[in-house]
């Protein structure tokens, strides 16, 4: 294809690398629905996102007695940048016979645009979605194998229990500018599918907006 | 080669339109404004187009104002009149789902200029109430700015209606007819409006030049200042082959409107029966005959737009989708949302918009490629929604 990639409907476009591409036609390790896993095979799982916020991930690990990775599977709702990442992402971590679960956590969402060759500055969000889960279902395991102290819980509070947005998104998207609940809204998606979690929201976008802007 | 299902977005030119522009590229290079013979030469070019187009809308040629754009008539005809006639009020009433340039240029209005705008609801078809209208109409209302028919579920509202509401409380009305202008009635008599924008370049003609229709005795402020030329309301060299080309395509495209809304619909619904048939879980978008004869907007469930879209991409399908991943602003479609559909199933809708060079054959090939792209797609989500779930 030499012409861009994808057009959207405000009129701009863009390109997605070999890699990319090959990742979203090719995608590794899915799951299929007409070829489901035996669930109870794998000991972390982790689901996150929602279609209403566009991506929504779900993914199965099996790590082994010494913490190593040895399977990764995963379905994602999402658009190409999404699919390709965390397609990426099941390589990475189960590659050269698996990392470790502590090595796993610090793959970072740049490492994976780097080893896709880069995606669209605008789609970088994207592949971040992946990585929640990744997080998400390592936890899970640390709970079902009684590790419950190494349970990650990210230093930040979950507001939107669907979406799983957490008090410090909040804080970034206020310091982005997004001085009221309609503008943080339309950067973070919160309260979308969590209606309950709006006036906490509200609270705390009052709250960050006196802590950084008096 | 491409099976191109954009239509919407730009069209390819006629090459009767090319040819029609071309002298005035390096022979006919005169400025309009010139008195010598090359200038006149070039002026009278510009007036031929002028009276061609004023003879199209059924109006006079003074009340035709070349532009750069779609977006730039638009700009003009709103920032333009509300701006000369404050001293009559200061609200303006548009709807939901305009495109940008009417609901950016409302906005800053809104934010900068001290007016106040009323967004009105639409329906599950993207139509307006005609009574909502009405009952929105305040003593300080001064402008309304509904589009002819909508760029991305194509359904087309009820001009003649509206502008029997604007008349009776003495309200001007502006359509934008960038949409439209290609397939519908532009008789500006018979439709009773008193601003309307069109743009070239949905109508296979050039892109980076518009047209305003002002009815006589509507005051406009320019937002563009300079030399004075188009009547003192859009100043800068007139675009002399731009000029000819928009005039040339907007008279082949209504003359030539009859067969080919025949052949377009034919063509759309033959389209949108074959995809509802074959993929389970899709609807229509929009009026399901109070729409643009070229578009087929259609939601797929469980699947992202994007996503689609460069599956199809890859048999060389090219359309648009309505998903927050295709913008620049990660939401989804506000045209889709203002319809009632919830955020999952807008980010699963696809615009195809056809054209002149669609064929039976091109849509054949995509009711054939498409069911086994979304059964694909449908397979790596991990979503299950039914119809039920995005009932409005």
């Known amino acids: 294809m030499n012409m861009a990639d994808v057009k959207s409907h405000d ?20 799951v299929k629905k007409d070829n489901e896993i035996e669930v109870k095979d794998f ?35 999402g658009c190409a940048s999404a699919i390709a ?57 640390f709970k079902r194998s009684g590790q419950n102290e190494k349970v990650i819980v990210e230093g930040a509070k979950i507001v939107d229990k669907i979406l799983k947005i957490t008090d410090k998104d909040i804080e970034e998207a206020v310091l982005e500018g997004a001085d009221t609940f309609e503008k943080v809204q339309k950067k973070t998606k919160v309260g979308i ?15 960050y907006k006196e802590k950084y802007f008096g | 080669m491409e099976i191109y299902f954009d239509h919407a977005a730009t069209t390819y030119m006629d090459p009767r339109v090319v040819e029609a522009m071309n002298r005035y590229f390096s022979d006919e290079y005169g400025n309009p404004g010139s008195f010598n013979t090359v200038g006149l030469r070039a002026k009278q070019a510009v007036d031929e187009s002028r009276k061609k187009i004023s003879e199209l809308l059924n109006c006079d040629e003074k009340e035709i104002i070349f ?26 009433i548009t709807q939901k789902t305009e495109h940008e340039a009417v609901l950016e240029t409302c906005e800053y209005l809104e934010k900068e200029e001290g007016f106040n705008v009323t967004y009105l609801d639409v329906d599950e078809y993207g ?45 001007k009305f502006h359509t934008d007819a960038c949409q439209a202008a290609g397939y519908l009635d532009i008789d500006i008599k018979n439709l009773g409006i008193d601003l309307m924008s069109i743009n070239g370049s949905k ?64 063509l759309r619904d033959y389209l949108i029966n074959n995809i509802l048939e074959r993929i389970p879980k899709s609807f229509l978008n929009g009026h ?81 490629v498409l069911p086994g792209i979304i059964e694909y797609l449908r397979q790596v989500s991990p979503v299950n929604l039914s119809l039920k779930d995005v009932e409005r």
């Not at chain 2, 909502?132 to 359904?155: C, F, H, W």
């Not at chain 2, 300079?226 to 009547?231: I, M, R, V």
């Not at chain 2, 395509?249 to 080919?260: G, S, V, Y």
């Open chain 2, 67 to 92: 532009t750069g754009s779609g977006t730039e008539s638009i700009n003009l005809a709103i920032k333009g009149f509300v701006r000369a006639n404050k001293s009559k009020g200061n609200h303006i």
């Open chain 2, 203 to 266: 109508l296979y003609g050039p892109k980076g030049i518009g047209l305003l229709y002002v009815k006589r005795g509507t005051m406009l402020k320019p937002i563009i200042h300079g030399g004075g030329q188009e009547f003192g309301l859009r100043s800068g060299t007139e675009n002399v082959p731009y000029i000819a080309g928009i005039a040339k395509a907007l008279e082949i495209a209504q003359r030539e409107k009859d067969n080919e809304i025949i052949r377009l619909t034919n």
């Open chain 1, 193 to 207: 599918s969590d209606k309950t979690c709006i006036p906490e929201v509200e609270q705390l976008i009052r709250f």
């Open chain 1, 85 to 141: 990442s965390t397609s990426m992402l099941s390589v990475m971590i189960t590659e050269n016979g698996g990392m470790k679960i502590n090595e796993a956590m610090k793959v970072k969402p740049q490492d994976i645009v780097k080893r896709l060759d880069g995606l669209p500055a605008r789609k970088f969000h994207c592949s971040v979605l992946g990585d929640k889960a990744l997080r998400a279902a390592i936890n899970d395991y």
């Open chain 1, 11 to 30: 009129n701009t476009s863009w390109f997605y690398t070999d890699t990319v591409k090959d990742h979203f036609f090719n995608p590794r390790n899915l």
């Open chain 2, 288 to 368: 399901p005959s109070s729409r643009l004869p070229n578009n087929a907007n259609i939601t797929f469930l469980d699947v992202e737009g994007e996503a689609i879209m460069l599956m199809m991409n890859e048999y060389g399908i090219c359309a648009s989708s309505g998903s927050a991943c295709t913008s620049k602003t990660l939401d989804p479609s506000h045209v889709i949302l203002a319809i009632g559909l919830p955020y999952e199933a807008a980010h699963g809708s696809i615009r195809f918009t056809l054209g002149k060079r669609t064929t039976k054959e091109g849509v054949d090939k995509l009711i054939d």
């Open chain 1, 43 to 77: 000991n972390g799982v982790g689901s996150v996102g929602s279609p209403a916020c566009g991506d929504q991930m779900s993914l199965w690990l099996k790590i082994d007695e010494n913490e190593i990775i040895k399977e990764c599977r995963w379905r994602c709702f």
């Open chain 2, 127 to 171: 139509l307006i109430s005609l009574e909502n209208l009405e009952k929105s109409i305040t003593d300080k209302t001064i402008l309304v700015s509904i589009m002819y028919a909508n760029n991305e579920i194509g359904t087309v509202q009820n001009i003649k209606g509206i502008s029997e509401v604007c008349k009776k409380h003495n309200v």
